[in-house]
């Protein structure tokens, strides 16, 4: 044998075979993908640690002539306040993971009202009370509209599946009329039922960009007869009014990230507007002067805010224990903020 002929041999012996080569790219492949889960999971653990362990926080004012006093405070892990209203002199909450509607006493003193599967969502109207109430406790729960009477009784509003079916997060609001409004987190529409339970498509939000439409709450301004409108999907406040060629929508607000969650309208028909950054809730103000003013922080995922004479009550829902994944500790609190003139 030549010794060309032996060195081609040794030459091909160095070489690996295919299957080797397989392995070691497997073998490469394998850890390149645990060192990547790895530092998600432990992204991830920082996250959830900072959200879960983090302890309650104390709202704080951010604005001058604001002030700020617990008006209702809850203790249990699981029981979740999220919806607010007020009518003939009473306050009403929602309890979602406590399955009923309360009244609440000036003092802060709780009384049945009704038990229902988990509430959400709340509108006072001609000595009527309207719930979204979901078939469970959780993110992938489903809504429906019903309508408490004062004897604590409960019926369905509407047969329309407009009023059925609907996600978490939905949002609930009342005209003068006795009309209600909801808005579809998923699909970014907005529904009118009639007193009768005539359900009719009322608006559409637009797309922004490669930003989906997502609405979220909602509050009717009885100084125009319009209904204010929260998208936290493109970051957007609209003014919708009614007119004899259909309905007019404005742009009140836009801004990248920014996640509105609850709306209200002051005595003095100004937009306050809680959003949600992470885990720390902001109430804002929004008017013609101004633009948006932050007035308080440090409220945990709010989901309702409502505005008795000059005063807004915030519910900080704790959403995040709320939808599952995250221990969310109490207490869970309802403030009320003295607004600024």
Do not use: C
Request: aromatic residues 10%.
């Amino acid at each position: 044998m030549s010794a060309s002929s032996k060195t081609d041999q040794a030459a091909e012996r160095g070489k690996p075979s295919a299957i080797r080569r397989v392995l070691y790219f497997g073998t490469f492949g394998a850890i390149v993908i645990g060192i990547v889960v790895a530092a998600v999971v432990l992204l991830l653990n920082d996250l959830l640690g900072r959200w879960s362990s983090s302890p309650p926080r104390e709202p704080k004012a951010l604005a001058p002539g604001v002030s700020i006093m617990p008006f209702l405070s809850l203790n249990d892990s699981r029981i979740f306040p999220y919806g607010i209203a007020y009518g003939n002199g009473e306050f009403y909450v929602s309890l979602f993971g406590g399955n009923a509607v309360r009244k609440v006493t000036a003092d802060g003193a709780m009384r049945f009202v009704a038990q229902l599967d988990a509430p959400a969502a709340l509108a006072f109207s001609g000595n009527t009370l309207y719930v979204l109430d979901y078939n469970q406790v959780g993110a992938y729960s489903s809504g429906a509209l019903k309508a408490i009477a004062a004897d604590g009784t409960f019926r369905n509003v509407s047969d329309s599946p407009a009023a059925r079916g609907l996600p978490l997060f939905a949002g609930l609001t009342a005209d003068k009329q006795g009309k209600l409004y909801l808005s579809h987190p998923e699909n970014g529409t907005l529904w009118r039922i009639a007193p009768s339970g005539a359900a009719t498509l009322f608006w559409t939000a637009p797309q922004v960009g490669n930003a989906r439409p997502s609405l979220t709450g909602l509050a009717y301004d009885r100084w125009d007869d319009s209904i204010i409108v929260a998208d936290s999907g493109t970051g957007s406040i609209y003014k919708l009014i009614t007119t004899a060629s259909g309905v007019e929508s404005q742009l009140l607000y836009r801004q990248q990230g920014f996640d509105p969650r609850a709306l209200a309208v002051d005595p003095a028909s100004r937009v306050l507007i809680a959003a949600w950054r992470g885990d720390n809730g902001t109430l804002y103000r929004l008017d013609a002067a101004n633009g948006l003013v932050a007035l308080a922080e440090g409220f945990r995922q709010p989901t309702s805010v409502i505005v008795v004479e000059n005063t807004a009550y915030v519910v900080s829902s704790g959403a995040f224990g709320l939808i599952g994944g995250v221990e969310a500790k109490p207490p869970f609190r309802v403030d009320a903020v003295q607004l600024p003139n």
